[in-house]
């Protein structure tokens, strides 16, 4: 399969921001780690890989669907962090357009896996909206919102390496089962 890998925002639009160790924890950090991760697994079990970005950089929402579209991607996948007012919000969720039954049979399984990887987060479920990424893109779209960076616990468990590889693993696994 020939999959894009999205990680959301990047250059001077850090995403959300959220507090850990008394320092700044930006989602477009988080986003590329867990994105690196993935497509090293992916490519490791023979897929092929194409990031949106690879680096910190400016990317605009057209670009990134330019870009899968062009590369004539089998696969979306987005990854964010969310954000929320209230710090106690928490939780894992899947983006997909309203009623692509294509996005769906990717993010029941990568929404399932997430949450049997990390039983103890809450499952927000697999929601549907019209974001440019999900609408633009000529291909089965997911976009995974992978825990609140702006609840203090949440993004300590972002922050770590080894939380940022387990949310890979899942996403791949998901994905094989789709
Ligand atoms: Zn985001």
Redesign the pocket.
């Known amino acids: 399969m020939k999959i894009c890998i999205d990680p959301?925002?990047g250059g001077n639009d850090p995403?959300?921001v959220g507090r850990c160790d008394d320092n700044d924890l930006c989602?477009h950090d988080i986003t590329l780690q867990i994105c690196l991760h993935l497509e090293g697994i992916l490519l490791q079990s023979g897929h092929l890989t194409y990031l949106t970005r690879r680096i910190d950089r400016n990317l605009s929402l057209p670009a990134r669907s330019q870009f899968a579209n062009r590369y004539q991607a089998d696969l979306f996948v987005s990854i964010?962090?969310n954000a929320a007012y209230q710090a106690a919000a928490a939780g894992i969720e899947t983006w997909i357009h309203p009623f692509s039954s294509v996005g769906r049979k990717y993010a029941d399984p990568i929404q399932a896996s997430l949450i049997a990887a990390f039983p103890d987060h809450k499952d927000r479920g697999v929601k549907e909206a019209n974001f440019h990424v999900l609408r633009e893109t000529a291909m089965p779209a997911v976009l995974v919102e992978t825990e609140f960076i702006s609840n203090p616990e949440q993004a300590v468990f972002l922050s770590k390496d080894e939380n940022q590889r387990k949310i890979a693993q899942a996403i791949m696994e998901g994905i094989l089962r789709a």
């Open positions: 959301g925002h995403g959300a989602e964010h962090c």
